[in-house]
DNA sequence: GAATTTCGTAACTGGTCAGTTACTTCTCCG
DNA sequence: CGGAGAAGTAACTGACCAGTTACGAAATTC
């Protein structure tokens, strides 16, 4: 035996220490997202991602930078995936169709980040008005979005006078609120809104009202 | 001085086993709202509720059961106010704007109502989905959007084939959402959206977008 | 007005958890 | 190689907190 190296699994185990700090923030964001800051365990997090507290504490410093940084690293997900964006060759109403659509299946497929959200506005988006990052994460979406309009508008298959901010803000809306309020909904209208049977009918609605509204 | 019978502020200090309860919920929304579930504290509660932490453990057995109590109680108040609703002699068009208004409004003069679902949603409902009160409260809301879009179709004013619950969802989603993530959405914006002229803004846009699709 | 029940207070308990520390083991680089 | 420093471990600390208890004070009832 002259080097068993590691008893772990055969994962090579030179000196990583972005892959560490990979797993940890994964791993945060898992436990943040299923418990809301106070409720995460930095036990827990330390424990599934592979690591330990202690680099968690040299990394981070203490649970609220290592909550800033897996927010920062939320929103920088997100704005990583809209800026491959391209409705530019797409037709105004296709464009905002497809727009609506990417935006609603984001936020199916990342249950994360909406808890995130939603635990930053519990604690009034203290964190996010202290983050350094935060003025270039304008959500990229805004810019695509005043572009169609305004093609659109040319064109005249939408209405004048659309302000792009407040369209992107009911867009965004459509999307959030029904898997931000899936449970308390699901409950009450005693349906399983995570079906994609459900999925579907709601984005097919949110679609329609969106470009019934840009109607001239 | 034949009964001072108290040296406290010179509330009666007769027995009141329900003024305490509603105290404690009172207290207990406040902190809830503020904290979430697992950041408030019970003693905080039995502080701000003038009562004191043996009475909270005396009526609702523990933090759960208080938890579960505040929030039935927050529906409940919902409901109250929304069966106050009466569009029935409104047009359709008029009902519609009034109903989405009055859903906006509740929005924004019930904060702690928008943090409490947000933290319900983060355990998935748990409490809600075990909740005996539960089946009760299918809100009211429902049955008069119902009522306004078929008279709206009856009418001719208002497009067929519009689904009441889709419907219903939509106006929820606009008026939740802006209040929902109003702090990071400022944030982002650079905008104080608290602001009544803000709001006036976003509730124009909302209404424009419902009523613009229910055009025929 | 005594007995009984309700209410209030404050100290206590047992467990939890963020953050620290002392120490060991491994990896890298010259 | 071998030394320096990085990574890992686990025990520890001190604060906090949900829930309990023991006891006293007040109020209702008869």
Redesign the interface.
């Known amino acids: 035996m002259p080097k068993p190296k590691t008893d772990k699994s055969d994962t090579k185990r030179t000196r990583q220490p972005d892959v560490t700090r990979r797993n940890i923030l994964d791993a945060a964001l898992v436990e943040f997202a299923a418990?809301?800051?106070?409720?995460a365990r930095v036990d827990e997090i330390a424990a599934r991602s592979g690591s330990n507290k202690r680099m968690i504490y040299e990394y981070f410093g203490n649970k609220d930078g290592l909550w800033l940084t897996v927010l920062e690293r939320a929103y920088e997900r997100m704005r990583e995936e809209e800026h491959a964006i391209d409705v530019a060759r797409m037709s105004p109403v296709e464009g905002m169709r497809y727009l609506m659509e990417f935006n609603f299946k984001f936020c199916s497929r990342n249950p994360e980040f909406i808890?995130l959200?939603?635990?930053?506005?519990?604690?009034?988006?203290s964190f996010?008005?202290n983050s350094k990052k935060?003025r270039e994460?304008?959500?990229p979406l805004l810019v695509v979005i005043t572009d169609l309009l305004q093609r659109g508008q040319r064109e005249g298959v939408f209405?004048k006078n659309v302000?792009p901010?407040?369209?992107y803000?009911?867009i965004?809306?459509?999307g959030?609120?029904?898997f931000?309020?899936?449970?308390?909904?699901?409950?009450?209208?005693g349906r399983n809104l995570l079906s994609p049977k459900q999925q579907k009918?709601?984005l097919d609605?949110?679609i329609?009202?969106?470009l019934?509204?840009?109607?001239p």
Request: hydrophobic residues 45%.
């Open positions: 418990k809301g800051l106070s409720g808890a959200l939603n635990a930053e506005n519990l604690h009034k988006a996010l008005k935060i994460l304008y959500t209405r302000d901010v407040e369209l803000t009911t965004a809306a459509l959030f609120f029904y931000s309020n899936i449970h308390t909904l699901s409950t009450i209208f009918v709601r609605h949110s329609a009202v969106v019934g509204y840009l109607r």
